[in-house]
């Protein structure tokens, strides 16, 4: 239907008690998974590419594969940049028509943070694509950035105001207890911080870390406020334990597209399980 920003995309989604899911992919098939899996669902969905992925596909190559997907089903789409610190990569996947890039100076002082996430969102309003940033620091390892976790690391709910206001951008990522990559424990989520933050403002807050929250969590966060909810790990696992399978039951297929089928599917049936848990079925207006 549409190749849309993520503000676009999140409009009514706090209001309305859903969160939109943003899953990242590393190649064609789970991206085309995820994009199958939001079509079946009539589900709303951002795709997200990390730098790494950016990096391994190629800037164009990514903005141009999911512009066609978007093109050829029937919901809204978002291509978002995920985590990207260089202003070189944000610039040409702006430039490549990317809808939506997220500026990560978290681990900055909080004056160069709203300095560089300020720059992003002017260069981002030539081409009209969204901007998401992050305040506080949420824990665990997210390709090579690691981020030890603690109470510390959470959004400073007084932090928040100015920041949205001298940076001008369009979504918040917050610190409440979440961390990338798989959970040692089942974590343990300040859903008080998100309602606060919300208090606050009306921008769409993000989540990081979705892989291995449970259910509740999710729902729970989504009811506190949050809009958009990132899910990573468990993609990048559903694809290669697939592959292996598949390879390891049928090991003389001369096909690539037999054993690559599979990943695309499985990938689709997580999102569905996702859309399911967040609400954002049959929710493209
Ligand atoms: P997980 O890999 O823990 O699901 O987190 C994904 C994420 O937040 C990407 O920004």
């Known amino acids: 239907m549409a190749y849309v920003t993520l503000k676009e995309?999140?409009?009514?989604?706090?209001?309305?008690?859903y969160g939109v899911g943003a899953?990242?992919?590393n190649s064609y098939e789970d991206a085309q998974g995820i994009i199958n899996g939001a079509a079946e669902k009539k589900a709303p969905v951002i795709l997200m590419a990390s730098a790494g992925a950016v990096k391994y596909i190629g800037v164009k190559q990514t903005a141009y594969m999911v512009k066609g997907m978007a093109?050829?089903?029937?919901?809204?789409?978002?291509?978002?940049?995920?985590?990207?610190?260089s202003m070189d990569l944000i610039k040409a996947c702006i430039d490549a028509g990317f809808t939506s890039v997220m500026i990560d100076a978290s681990k900055k002082a909080?004056?160069?943070?709203?300095?560089?996430?300020a720059l992003v969102a002017r260069y981002a309003g030539k081409t009209g694509c969204s901007v998401e940033?992050?305040?506080?620091?949420?824990?665990?390892?997210?390709?090579?950035?690691?981020v030890k976790e603690g109470k510390d690391t959470y959004t400073n709910p007084n932090d928040v105001p100015r920041f949205v206001k001298e940076t001008g951008i369009d979504a918040l990522a917050i610190a409440f207890g979440t961390a990338h990559g798989f959970y040692k424990k089942e974590p343990n989520l300040d859903f008080e911080l998100i309602k606060t933050v919300a208090g606050i403002t009306d921008i769409?807050?993000?989540?990081?870390?979705?892989t291995g929250v449970p259910p509740e969590g999710f729902k729970k966060a989504i009811a506190s406020g949050i809009s958009k909810v990132n899910v990573g790990t468990e993609l990048k696992a559903t694809y290669v334990n697939t592959l292996r399978d598949v390879v390891k039951k049928n090991p003389n297929e001369a096909d690539p597209r037999n054993y690559l089928k599979a990943v695309k599917e499985?990938?689709?049936?997580?999102?569905k399980g996702k859309i399911d848990i967040f609400g954002c079925a049959d929710k493209i207006v």
């Not at 769409?204 to 979705?210: A, D, S, Y």
């Open 266 to 271: 499985q990938c689709a049936e997580v999102v």
């Open 23 to 25: 899953f990242n992919f």
């Open 71 to 85: 093109e050829s089903v029937d919901i809204p789409v978002c291509l978002h940049l995920d985590h990207a610190t």
């Open 204 to 210: 769409p807050l993000v989540m990081h870390g979705g």
């Open 133 to 146: 940033a992050e305040l506080g620091r949420v824990g665990g390892k997210e390709e090579d950035v690691i």
């Open 110 to 117: 909080y004056e160069e943070n709203i300095r560089e996430s």
């Open 9 to 17: 995309i999140l409009r009514g989604a706090r209001e309305n008690g």
